[in-house]
């Protein structure tokens, strides 16, 4: 659980009136142990691999919810399963969106994510830390007054001259990549039909890109790309399973770009 998640609701169908015909809902204050108690008397939870609520909105109140359950990512309060998930690896070397890799593991795994969407919780707004106040500094400090580091910057061939950053490889990797997508793939700018295929590792690379994800480990659980040209390739930390004739089985658009 995220250590600033501080309160947590229900949310329940309001009944119709005979002046108003349409449905609301109720919304109170509930404790995390009636949250945990309801989520444990469900049948067969032993089943799912990650158990979870969403996040509070302003939508909530007027609207009750579509379903009562959704399969779908999980952050901030999340009840894992540790014995069907021991074998879904968990990148501890990642900077941020370690969740999502996490999420998208389970599920090409076959197994089942589940969030109960008449709970909600509330998270307290803190304006400092994370990365927005990362500030990417070279590793040795010449002098105090320095130019800042261009995003652009943050990547370079392994034979450069550049100076050293002292940040986390991930971090600077997908800062790099949300500020050149429009260079690296431009086919795929706000192109859902063209997305960028990424096997084994999720990477941000900015909310204009489509990204489909795929799981490159035998018998695992894919989204059906049968049809789809991708117009980009990326590859980070991929398994040993990735190979010349594992990428024949995807099709992608002339001049698409690897990275």
């Not at 109170?28 to 142990?33: A, R």
């Not at 945990?36 to 008397?41: G, K, S």
Request: hydrophobic letters at 40%; proline letters at 5%; charged letters at 20%.
């Amino acid at each position: 659980m995220d250590d600033s998640c501080v309160l947590w609701n229900s949310h329940s169908v309001q009944e119709q009136s005979s002046q108003s015909m349409d449905q609301g809902t109720t919304s109170k204050n509930v404790s995390l142990k009636s949250v945990l108690q309801h989520i444990e008397a469900t049948p067969k939870i032993v089943h799912y691999a990650i158990l979870g609520i969403q996040k509070w909105n302003s939508k909530l109140n007027p609207k009750p919810p579509k379903a009562p359950f959704s399969r779908c990512h999980i952050h901030d309060f999340i009840l894992l399963n540790v014995d069907l998930t021991q074998n879904v690896q968990y990148d501890l070397n990642r900077y941020f969106c370690e969740d999502v890799d996490f999420n998208l593991r389970t599920n090409s795994s076959g197994l089942l994510i589940c969030c109960f969407n008449n709970f909600s919780l509330m998270k307290k707004h803190i304006q400092v830390g994370g990365q927005k106040d990362f500030a990417v500094k070279p590793k040795i400090m010449v002098s105090e007054s320095l130019t800042p580091i261009m995003p652009l910057q943050y990547v370079c061939a392994p034979d450069s001259e550049h100076t050293l950053l002292a940040a986390p490889a991930q971090f600077l990797l997908e800062k790099f990549l949300q500020h050149a997508t429009y260079k690296l793939f431009p086919k795929a700018i706000y192109n859902f039909k063209n997305p960028v295929l990424a096997i084994d590792c999720y990477l941000n690379i900015g909310p204009e890109v489509a990204l489909c994800y795929i799981s490159s480990r035998p018998h695992s659980v894919n989204v059906n790309s049968e049809g789809v040209f991708f117009s980009g390739l990326l590859l980070y930390l991929c398994d040993s399973f990735v190979g010349a004739d594992f990428l024949k089985k995807f099709k992608f658009l002339k001049g698409n770009v690897d990275c």
